[in-house]
């Protein structure tokens, strides 16, 4: 198609002019970004649930017990670390992976892999050692597969898995027991109010542990802790 030439104006050259037909054209969108290239928590989320699913599955676990203490411990979040050392999504102590034969850096626990596997496995433990009763299994999570009593922390902890447990559809059995330590719980106990936002840093000496850890050659299981 050809073009219009304008009448030239203060002895400028004459400038060429679309034509209607030209003019009626719109320019080309420029391409969409591809949606996959958007990061996405919600999918994330999805993964991880699958993961933690997947383990549950293999080591005799309920899954829904295993989904639960997940989202109670981090909501999911892989950089998640608590004031006491606890790291990643199962937010797992550095001893107590270690005393279950991990042997990798801070880093490499916090991998949402291996901090999967060695959180449900510490979990399932206590799962077997609670007999299937869904407090006492969550108390042994936090506080220790020796410990037998409840705190008001264990109990609100309870509280917890038990709700969102019993939103998935799953039969939740069982009592609640009755807090015998501790003091009464201020508010919601989450990733935020425990200082697990990612951002809080510990004040361990983690190479001074290391080598106390490497010189440990015996442990009982009541020495085993996932939470104070």
């Not at 999911?76 to 199962?90: D, P, W």
């Not at 449900?120 to 433990?125: A, V």
């Amino acid at each position: 198609m050809g073009q219009a030439l304008a009448a030239p104006e203060n002895g400028q050259a004459p400038k060429p002019v679309a034509t209607p037909a030209e003019a009626a054209v719109a320019p080309a969108p420029k391409p969409a970004t591809p949606e996959a290239s958007v990061p996405s928590p919600g999918r994330d989320k999805v993964r991880l649930r699958a993961l933690v699913r997947e383990q549950a599955l293999k080591s005799g676990l309920p899954p829904q017990i295993a989904d639960a203490v997940a989202e109670v411990e981090s909501a999911y979040n892989i950089s998640a670390s608590g004031s006491y050392g606890e790291v990643g999504l199962m937010q797992v102590l550095p001893s107590t992976a270690r005393m279950l034969g991990f042997s990798g850096s801070l880093a490499e626990l916090a991998e949402p892999a291996t901090n999967i596997r060695y959180g449900i496995t510490y979990l399932t433990g206590a799962w077997r050692l609670a007999g299937g009763d869904i407090c006492t299994t969550v108390m042994k999570y936090r506080a220790g597969h020796g410990e037998t009593r409840f705190s008001y922390r264990s109990v609100h902890y309870c509280q917890r898995v038990r709700a969102i447990l019993t939103a998935q559809g799953y039969p939740v059995t069982g009592e609640v027991p009755t807090p015998t330590f501790g003091d009464p719980v201020v508010g919601a106990i989450g990733p935020v109010a425990r200082g697990k936002t990612g951002r809080r840093k510990s004040r361990v000496n983690w190479a001074t542990y290391d080598s106390r850890m490497r010189n440990l050659t015996k442990v009982g299981s009541s020495t085993l802790r996932i939470m104070q």
